[in-house]
């Protein structure tokens, strides 16, 4: 008898399988692999019939580290099969692999050693899930927030997160005698059974351990035709097996008193499991529909409030429209639950809000639920709005595919008497290769929707190379009236696309290589479309290729693939660029009479530097002018200039090469400037909150990161100030020396100054006024908040301290209410508003805001400072200053002592101050007045002017 079984096995490692004859030496050699050694196999097979039993006996018969054990019977489930390997290991912990995984090379030794030094009844690692059908060999971490350092636990009470989202037992490593003392055992002939293991053990166990180290490779086929068990979210018993689960876990959760983490239980059920079948609604029939309405309903309708109240309002409005059954509005709810941006509904406007349909608002509940105003459909123009488009007719011929599709058109966005144009594109889904483009013949409003027809004519037209491009999807892009486009995919549900098929094509590689092509839907629920092999000439040569994609050198060459993929990743990474940046200041000439300017990151085109370049501009001033922007696209910025994406090649050669930087926040910290290079920061505003080293995080930093942020702001070779109260704050926050400050003030309030002392309207408030349909005969109000902060530093959702609707009813025929939120947040109106409250967030400049408006309302934002200039009433909103002094940074001053106007903290104060316009500015007249010469005294009007003569003019130091 081998030394091996001489002494007791650290691990049992029990490998379940049934009719996975092909794939269970893989598993078992990657135990056998094991750098821990004293490790057992145990292959518990559930009565296979494809040959796989007698697998397990060579492999035992092959190692006397492997015992092999057939069922009697097959359990129709994973979970008999460990019971009955649990029953016969020897090994002091227990461990689970299915036959067609692998564990990580150092999976066991990781698992035991955390065990041993910490005690715990159960070790969980991560779990890496490798998608095999990959060409780029995709793989995806399980859950890796749990897993990103060792922890132990003696409670599972202390991280819920872990028994609603980790319900795998296979990433896990149990001692055996916790496993017999607490009479663990997975339930028999059931699915999900990991589920209700895994639950029982983690509420069991007197102390958990989580290691960050990889130990199971979970191997996944997404194309296969045939879907694994936990996939066929289609078979109802699927769900119901679910169900049944899940009440087990609640009984247990019940009797133990655990109702907090019943809470995040019920969170994550409706969060996750009850979209997974949600996503298959559309593809099935109205007797599964049904039967699946009420198995749901019987169980989640007693869920507490508090777990709906964790949903987002399109998948609390699902939940809802599933109780009552309505498919007609549940389907195109499901489209926006799967496509979060899509608007899927026509949607229906009354009283003053937005609702997703007309049914259900005589119930309160529903009601509430239905109204979508938040989402702010209303707001956007068509170029802006995704739309669902739903295929209504599938039909092939010898030429290709007829194909017909309803796009809903929410709130009649697209005016009836718009002219329309549209077509087809078929693109290949791997990046970078062809399209072909299809014209939609008959395209016309119907009702509430836009409808269409084309035909395609896939045989002739579409030629894929054959290889590399065997998925193509499909797009419409719709353009209204010659020059708003809007593109969408087209979602198939219940269109047939059975017995489809018929297209022949001739791929560029020839029909070897395909001769077919099928339609599908997508994992999104999209029309899509996929070579396929039905000739046998095609089929024949599909195998070969495949064959052979498996073969020794062309492994070796798709590994040379990603390798050159990876470093085509490494050259663009942010390590990479700051590199070649370096070297680019060292070997590169600078180009005399180049500035690049940049506004708030690359978001907009404002503030000083915009007013630097629009004088340097108007003086005809010979210089290239590069403009930094942020995002996809461009909007807002002057055709005139050179426009470089923030981070891309051409914005750090520009950089790189530039004779002058000009921004008002911060080019990238790390990038360093090269000495020839004049960097002018003229800031975003004066300060009421602590600044730079005046704020307690910079205070507490480690040495050598506050050495890195003091580098970064070194490279400033001037600093634009207003006043004496930004040097004693900002330069000083900010330790900039005395030589480096800009006296002039800020170019971006020249216009604030001229305005105070000009009678008329500044042109750019006339245009803006004109373009928003703002009332000439009324005074306007602005309101203008800056951001909140919630505890871990993100920045909060903006919500209205006050009820704006009642603002309107109140105020909307007295004066104009604009609303400008902080360029971190966004705001939506409801219509009921319109015309009496307007949005002016998305105003690249609030410049001609402010010279538009008559009274402004703010709260904490250095918006005050600049709106003193012109000498017009402020009211100071600060609803939540004791929560915002104890929360932020802490002030340079009491605003509640110098503000230069009324202090109010309720909604019913601000109205009352509102209530009399004249009286508000009649009584504050003076005390702007010495706040402007307090914190402005440098704004003289002259700012642009000033700094363009110093180093743009004549006799300037660009000069």
């Known amino acids: 008898m081998s030394q091996h079984h001489d002494r007791t096995p650290d691990i049992s490692v029990v490998v379940i399988v049934y009719n996975d004859a092909d794939r269970l030496p893989t598993a078992v050699q990657s135990v056998l692999d094991q750098t821990l050694q004293n490790v057992e196999v145990i292959i518990s097979d559930d009565h296979s019939t494809d040959g796989s039993f007698q697998v397990a006996q060579q492999l035992a018969a092959s190692s006397d580290r492997v015992r092999a054990i057939q069922l009697a019977e097959n359990s129709g489930g994973c979970g008999e099969p460990r019971n009955q390997g649990i029953a016969i290991a020897r090994g002091r912990y227990v461990m689970f692999l299915d036959s067609d995984d692998t564990l990580e090379v150092n999976a066991c030794r990781n698992m035991l050693d955390a065990a041993e030094r910490t005690g715990a009844d159960l070790v969980s690692g991560l779990c890496l899930r490798v998608h095999t059908d990959s060409r780029s060999g995709k793989t995806a971490k399980w859950y890796q927030w749990l897993y990103r350092q060792t922890r132990t636990f003696d409670s599972i009470a ?126 099935l029939d109205d007797d599964y529909r049904h039967h699946f309405a009420e198995m749901a309903n019987g169980y989640i309708r007693h869920f507490p409030d508090e777990a709906y109240a964790e949903l987002s309002p399109i998948h609390r409005l699902c939940a809802y429209l599933l109780l009552r059954e309505d498919w007609e ?45 938040d989402l702010g459909y209303h707001a956007r123009p068509v170029q802006r709005l995704n739309l669902r488009n739903a295929v209504t007719r599938y039909k092939e011929n010898a030429a290709g595919v007829v194909l017909a599709g309803s796009l809903v058109n ?82 198939v549900g219940r269109t047939d696309l059975e017995g489809a098929g018929e297209i022949r094509i001739r791929p560029r590689l020839g029909r070897m290589m395909a001769d077919r092509i ?37 492994r070796m060459a798709k590994k040379m693939v990603r390798k050159v993929s990876s470093v085509r990743k490494d050259l663009h990474s942010g390590p990479r660029k700051i590199e070649t940046f370096e070297r680019m200041i060292r070997v590169l000439p600078v180009r005399k009479g180049t500035v690049v300017f940049e506004s708030h990151l690359g978001k907009q085109y404002s503030d000083s530097p915009r007013a630097i370049y629009e004088e340097m501009r108007r003086r005809g001033l010979p210089f290239k002018y590069y403009w930094s922007y942020a995002g996809s696209r461009p909007e807002g910025f002057p055709e005139d200039v050179e426009l470089v994406r923030r981070w891309s090649w051409p914005y750090l050669r520009a950089l790189a090469q530039a004779e002058f930087w000009i921004d008002n926040q911060g080019f990238p910290l790390k990038l360093p400037k090269r000495p020839e290079t004049t960097y002018i920061q003229t800031w975003h505003g004066s300060a009421l909150k602590r600044m730079g080293f005046d704020e307690p995080h910079y205070r507490i930093m480690p040495e050598h990161e506050q050495q890195a942020y003091q580098r970064s702001i070194d490279r400033f070779d ?222 003289r009007g002259d700012a642009a002017a000033r700094i363009v003569d110093r180093f743009f003019g004549a006799e300037g130091e660009a000069r």
């Not at 979060?340 to 309160?364: F, I, N």
């Not at 339609?519 to 290729?545: D, Y």
């Not at 966004?826 to 805001?849: K, Q």
Request: aromatic content about 10%.
């Open 158 to 283: 202390e991280i819920p997160d872990l028994l609603v989202f980790d319900t795998l037992s296979t990433n896990k490593c149990y001692r055996r005698e916790f496993l017999l003392d607490s009479g663990l055992t997975f339930p028999r002939g059931i699915h999900y059974e990991d589920l209700l293991f895994s639950a029982q053990a983690y509420l069991a166990a007197s102390r958990i351990t989580l290691i960050p180290n990889t130990v199971y490779h979970w191997n996944v086929v997404e194309k296969t035709e045939e879907k694994s068990i936990s996939n066929r979210r289609h078979e109802i018993n699927n769900f119901a097996d679910r169900l049944e689960i899940h009440r087990r876990i609640d009984r247990i959760l019940a009797e133990e008193g655990h109702d907090e983490l019943k809470l995040h239980k019920d969170i994550k059920f409706l969060k996750h499991d009850l979209v997974l079948y949600l996503r298959e609604l559309p593809f």
């Open 329 to 373: 509005h549940l389907m195109p709810a499901i489209d926006t639950l799967i496509n979060k941006t899509k608007v899927s509904s026509p949607l229906l406007e009354r009283d003053g809000r937005v609702y997703w349909c007309a049914e259900h608002l005589d119930d309160p509940m529903g009601r509430a639920v239905l109204d979508v105003t």
């Open 410 to 491: 929410p709130l009649g966005v697209i005016p009836p008497d718009a002219r329309l144009e549209g077509e087809l594109e078929f693109r290949a889904r791997r990046k970078s290769l062809q399209s072909f483009r299809f014209p939609v013949t008959d395209i016309r409003h119907e009702g509430e929707a836009v409808t269409w027809q084309a035909t395609a004519a896939l045989a002739s037209r579409l030629r894929p190379v054959g290889l590399v491009d065997d998925v193509w999807d499909v797009r419409l892009h719709l353009t209204v009236d010659g020059e708003h486009r809007t593109t969408s995919r087209l979602t």
């Open 518 to 554: 099928l339609p599908h839907a997508s994992a999104n629920g999209h029309l899509a479309f996929r070579l396929t092999q039905h000739g046998k000439l095609a089929q024949r040569t599909s195998s070969l290729v495949q064959r052979n994609i498996q073969s020794p050198p062309a």
């Open 718 to 939: 001037h600093f634009v100030v207003r006043g004496e109260h930004d040097e004693k704050t900002l330069a000083r926050a900010y330790r900039i020396p005395e030589e480096k400050l800009l006296r002039t003030g800020y170019p971006r309030n020249d216009a604030l100054v001229r305005a105070r002392e000009s009678a008329t309207l500044d042109p750019a408030a006339r245009e803006l006024a004109e373009r928003l349909g703002i009332r000439s005969d009324l005074p306007v109000v602005l309101y203008a908040p800056t951001f909140r902060a919630q505890a871990n530093g993100k920045v909060r959702k903006f919500e209205f301290p006050f009820d704006v609707e009642e603002f309107a009813d109140r105020f909307g025929d007295r004066f104009t209410l604009l609303i400008r939120t902080h360029y971190l947040n966004n705001v939506t109106l409801p219509p009921s508003v319109a015309g009496r409250v307007i949005n002016v967030s998305e105003e690249p400049d609030i410049t001609p805001v402010m010279l538009l408006s008559d009274v402004l309302i703010t709260d904490y934002s250095s918006v005050m400072f600049d709106y003193s200039l012109l000498q017009r009433p402020m009211v100071f909103f600060t609803y939540d200053w004791d929560e915002y002094a104890r929360n932020s940074r802490g002030t340079y001053f009491d605003l509640s002592e110098q503000a230069p106007g009324p202090v109010v903290g309720t909604s019913e104060e601000l109205f009352d101050v509102l209530s009399d316009l004249d009286a508000l500015a009649s009584g504050c007249e003076g005390r702007i007045k010495e706040f402007m010469s307090q914190y402005g005294e440098y704004d």
